[in-house]
């Protein structure tokens, strides 16, 4: 059986951990390393890290914490922000890396998919969109969601998916920071319209959430972030869960 | 020590970090005579199976590995080229192991790659899964597969399909997926076959 994946999401900024509640008010949760050992060792199936650091120099401090991360933990992980072009993802791949994820990167300039998966393949790109629901449609956002685009979520996913991503990360913005529950019919819909995997990500708010977000659409992980930072999802305890409910978990 | 054959096929970070954390000392083969300092060796590889046949056949050190009698393991698609023929690239490999490594799409339904972490079923006398739970779950990441065989499939992954997870023949061993990658499990994997 193929589990479903539970993702810890670690905002990283000048290699601290942090997370925007609503992505404004940012609050300290620890250090990087030693908060992937510690979710590793709980049973958590993969790690993602959003790079949100601006600076040239904490960039720098970015690639020592993957190098950090890829040696002493011994599951997966993908880290995202700050990519812009070849270069960029291929320091992180050297440095040990499994996976990358653009956003507004592959927005601005879409070959820059095609050009990844030709040069690592397609299991190292994973496109992270961020979507918004107005008047009636899906729409693609920028910049943490601020930045409403005319692009409908449903067809830049199509495209993404055709140009070589390996993985599509969906953020709702709609319900990110809500802790209301996972926006369970648009991942569903957007589920069906794929053949690579699809993270469901923005909502989650207790176990209940990841029960009917894995139920409800069938995607194939689901990420969080402040509700396993702060412990109010303890991860063996949510894996018990859906294991209960017949969901196959690792 | 393991020597891990250096032929330019993906990023090795991973399992160096791996073999660092469960102690076990590693050294680069690049060169024939590189083969005597291991007492056993490990061929890598992620990405195109036909291209990195290309790159091993480019080192020179097929003959060499074919030779072998001390423990070899392959991982991921240094597992595949062990087998005599991909259909990615519609290559022709080293055909230790007499199967097929095929394309999921067209035969399974399901998504393609099969990524993320799928629970494998060992068969008793694989020495490779020793100390490993049964139906342990591993890390795979691979859109082609090694055919199932009665003979040569030291363990059995399910995805649409019933596929060789891991391989075995004589001293030559193969995991389709990533044990520097599937935790507390892969190491033991990687322990294991330290001892073979």
Known sequence: ??????????????????????????????????????????????LVFLDITATHEGRKTTIDLVKSVAKQVNIPFTIGGGINELRDAEILLNSGADKISIN????????????????????????????????????????????????????????????????????????????????????????????????????A???QHFVDVF???????????????????????????????????? | MIGIVNYGAGNIFSLTAALDRI???????????????????????????????????????????????????????????????????????????PLKTLHFKNRVTLKVPHMGWNSVKAEADCPLFKDIPENAYFYFVHSFFIEHSPVYTGATCNYGIDYSAAIQKDNFYGVQFHPEKSGGHGEQLLINFTKI
């Open chain 1, 1 to 46: 059986m193929l589990a479903k994946r539970i993702i810890p999401c670690l905002d990283v900024k000048d290699g601290r951990t942090v997370k925007g509640v609503n992505f404004v008010d940012l609050r300290d949760a620890g250090d990087p390393v030693e908060l992937a050992w510690q979710y590793s060792q709980q049973g958590a199936d993969e």
């Open chain 1, 104 to 203: 507004s990167a592959a927005v601005r300039n879409p070959q820059l998919i095609d050009d990844l998966a030709k040069a690592f393949g397609s299991q190292f790109v994973v496109v992270a969109v961020d979507t918004r629901f107005v008047e009636g449609a899906n729409y693609v956002h920028l910049r943490g969601g601020r930045e409403k685009t005319d692009i409908h979520t449903e067809k830049w996913i199509k495209e993404a998916e055709s140009r070589g991503a390996g993985e599509i990360l969906l953020t709702s913005m709609d319900h990110d920071g809500t802790k209301n529950g996972f926006d369970n019919p648009l991942l569903g819909h957007i589920n069906q319209l794929i053949h690579i995997p699809l993270i469901a990500s923005g909502g």
């Open chain 1, 205 to 207: 708010g207790n176990e």
């Open chain 1, 215 to 250: 139920q409800q659409s069938n995607v194939d992980a689901a990420l969080a972030a402040s509700v396993f930072h702060y412990g109010e999802i303890l991860i063996p305890e949510l894996k018990e869960r859906l294991r209960a409910e017949g969901i196959a978990v690792r």
């Open chain 2, 23 to 97: 102690q076990v000392g590693y050294g680069m083969i690049n060169s024939k005579e590189d083969f005597d300092q291991f007492d056993r060796v490990i061929i890598p590889g992620v990405g195109h199976a036909g291209a990195a046949m290309n790159k091993l056949r480019e080192t020179g050190l097929v003959d060499t590995i074919l030779a072998l009698e001390k423990p070899v393991l392959g991982i991921c698609v240094g597992m595949q080229l062990l087998t005599s023929y991909s259909e990615e690239g519609e290559a022709e490999l080293l055909s230790v192991f």
